[in-house]
């Protein structure tokens, strides 16, 4: 194998895995599949990843201390549709600060019921995306609206010199996260969080704080999400969040992070967020029915699990 | 004589619970309903939460051996989609590939969790995708039809007889039978101490292989029981379940972290989740508020839960 020959801290780097991987598929692509060549394609491809990316960014806090967030979907579902009710009303700039405060509550209620009731994190947020889901459609009546906001719109669709701008939104959040977890006090304590609750906790790593930033910033970066979807297709649905639960952990665990907790880098989710959306875009480039893409998705999404995620436990 | 009383008591300390709540659930739903412990409207009832309840017996078998079943709702409408498409050419030979179908995604599901090396929250939640799009090209539209006769017999009485209770008592017998062999006993031990039922001999990957596969045989039945009742099939009908269900598992004491449980409980905490969706219509509130109420229950049900055995044990 050629991974024997390379330096070692480029074969236990599974972030640099993950880029590798991205490149071969997308050179894959440009060879074999028809419109992946060009400069328009490339673009539109990592702005539609900037969808799948933000939330991505958020769910790789959560999972690094070894939580999880299912709520995600419900949360990305939320804030479009609450910016799009009351952008309708009330202008959109309010709409926009209402749908970021609603998420951000949701992630506060994630990591309250975490920290304090001591319900496991899959079972809390599972819970809190049916009550988000069950709360919109008490909110809407069934039937959300659309709504034209400027401010989103431009967000979603502008480009700054050629480079679409909600492609550089992303980077931007990006570079906070990779600063929140790899350079500051709250990163090191998701990391020893991550790796050994009990004994972090008694060497004084406050659980409680670090809950409420990872959950928090989770929340409102799905938050973020959903209005950027939002401005890009000016509706807003009730099940607009869905292929985000399983999509954002995925890009996750591909971008090489441990599902476990405790070991990975934020960049590896990006390359896991461009690798997911160039095969969903691949397969949407073939004419199949919906079924089989949904199935070709999930078995090429357990299949990459299987390549490079796995754990070595016991 | 009172030692062995209350040591009984202690042991079934949820049932009691359960059975307690359900008392008084009763006695509120009679008051709405009447004619509630009429044969014909508990036959209405039973074939209404069969489903649920098969569906909790599935996912708290997954739970005891330390798994969990986030396909478990994908596996369920796949049952009722094989069933319903092929009831017409024989309902026997219909029941037995749904059956076939759903013990064998089980199984699937079992096989990666077991070599893997995945845990099964990011397992099964893929392989959700991939019998999700299973089931789309099994039945792309809502429909196929299962005969008028077997539908009429199921919700209306057979000979006075209520096959939806008959079917529960039949799965509660078959779980005794299996509780008793050494699979039963492996189930537990697996869930409880896998490296110390490992070291005793078990194998283990066998038993979580099994474990699943068992499971896909009650939410197998589940499906079918739902595809009777309601005389059709729907592929997008199987998400409530998997929530309800560890819900379900949850409120019944089932340890998330395995091989604590009772499957009388479970059967109980499934019917008292029924009987309060139902309550929630009676009282006038629009059926929107369903989800807050599950999503609700499941967290106030864990919350309780946590801290009635931590006090036990610290």
Redesign the interface.
């Known amino acids: 194998m050629t991974a024997i020959t390379l330096p070692r801290g480029l074969r236990d780097n599974r972030a640099a895995w993950a880029f590798g991987v991205l490149l071969v598929t997308w050179i894959g692509a440009i060879l074999f599949a028809k419109g992946f060549d060009s400069v328009s394609s490339v673009r539109y491809l990592v702005q539609t990843a900037a969808f799948l990316g933000i939330v991505g960014v958020g769910q790789t806090l959560v999972v690094m201390m070894s939580g999880?967030d299912l709520s995600v979907s419900g949360v990305v579902a939320l804030s479009a549709v609450v910016c799009a009710q009351v952008a309708s009303g009330s202008g959109g700039t309010t709409g926009v600060v209402v749908a970021l405060v609603a998420s951000v509550l949701v992630g506060i209620a994630n990591a309250a019921?975490v920290t304090w009731?001591?319900?496991?994190p899959?079972?809390?947020t599972?819970?809190?995306?049916?009550?988000v889901?069950?709360?919109l459609?008490?909110y809407t009546?069934?039937s959300p609206k659309s709504a034209k906001v400027p401010l989103l719109a431009s967000l979603a669709n502008d480009r700054v010199v050629g480079i679409p701008l909600a492609f550089l939104l992303w980077l931007g959040i990006t570079a906070v996260a990779v600063w929140l977890l790899h350079a500051s006090r709250i990163g090191r304590y998701v990391f020893a969080l991550g790796n050994g609750e009990r004994a972090s906790r008694a060497s004084g790593v406050p659980l409680a704080r670090t809950a409420f930033v990872a959950y928090g910033a989770c929340s409102l970066l799905a938050g973020v999400a959903g209005l950027v979807l939002l401005g890009f297709t000016s509706t807003s649905s009730l099940t607009m969040g869905n292929p985000y639960?399983?999509l954002s952990?995925?890009s996750v665990?591909l971008g090489g992070t441990s599902?476990?907790g405790g070991r990975g880098h934020v960049l590896g989710t990006v390359a896991g967020a461009l690798m997911l959306t160039l095969l969903t875009a691949l397969l949407a480039s073939w004419n199949i029915?919906?079924?089989?893409?949904?199935?070709?998705?999930?078995?090429l999404?357990?299949g990459l699990?299987?390549a490079y995620?796995?754990?070595?436990?016991? | 004589m009172s030692e062995r009383l209350t040591g009984a008591l202690r042991g079934n300390l949820d049932v009691a619970g359960l059975g307690a709540l359900l008392v008084v659930l009763l006695a509120a739903y009679s008051h709405y309903d009447s004619e509630l412990f009429t044969p014909a409207s508990i036959t209405i009832l039973s074939a209404q939460f069969l489903p649920l309840i098969l569906a909790a017996m599935g996912q708290s078998t997954v739970m005891l051996a330390g798994g969990?079943d986030l396909s478990l709702g994908s596996v369920l409408a796949l049952a009722m989609a094989v069933f319903a498409v092929r009831a017409e050419d024989g309902v026997v030979v219909a029941g037995a590939l749904a059956l076939a179908a759903a013990a064998s995604t089980g199984a699937a599901n079992g096989v990666?969790v077991a070599y893997?090396?995945?845990?099964p929250?990011?397992?099964t939640?893929?392989?959700?995708?991939?019998?999700?799009?299973?089931?789309?090209?099994?039945l792309?539209q809502p429909g196929g039809h299962v005969p008028s006769g077997l539908v009429d017999a199921y919700n209306n009485g057979w000979n006075g007889l209520a096959l939806p209770v008959l079917v529960i008592v039949a799965v509660l017998v078959l779980w005794k039978a299996v509780r008793t062999t050494r699979f039963g006993l492996s189930l537990y031990a697996v869930g409880g101490n896998?490296?110390g039922a490992y070291a005793s001999g078990i194998g283990t990957r066998k038993v979580k292989i099994a474990a699943y596969a068992l499971a896909g045989v009650f939410v197998g039945l589940a499906g079918i029981g739902l595809a009777i009742q309601t005389g059709s099939g729907d592929a997008t009908i199987g998400a409530p379940y998997t929530?309800n269900s560890?819900a379900a598992s949850?409120l019944a004491g089932v340890s998330?972290f395995g091989g604590v449980g009772q499957m009388r409980a479970t059967v109980l905490a499934a019917l008292l989740i029924g009987l309060l969706t139902n309550l929630l219509l009676f009282t006038g509130l629009?059926p929107?508020?369903?989800?807050?109420?599950?999503?609700?229950v499941?967290?106030v049900a864990?919350?309780v839960k946590?801290?009635a055995t931590?006090e036990r044990t610290d």
């Open positions: 999880i019921g009731l001591r319900v496991p899959m079972v809390m599972l819970a809190t995306g049916t009550i889901a069950g709360a459609l008490v009546n069934g639960q399983l952990i995925a665990v599902i476990l029915s919906e079924g089989v893409r949904q199935i070709v998705l999930g078995l999404i357990i699990l299987l995620a796995r754990e070595r436990r016991s | 969990i990666l893997a090396g995945l845990p929250i990011i397992v939640l893929a392989a959700s995708f991939l019998w999700g799009g299973v089931t789309l090209v099994v792309p896998e490296h929530l560890i949850v998330f629009s929107f508020y369903q989800l807050i109420l599950q999503g609700a499941l967290i864990i919350a946590t801290f931590r």
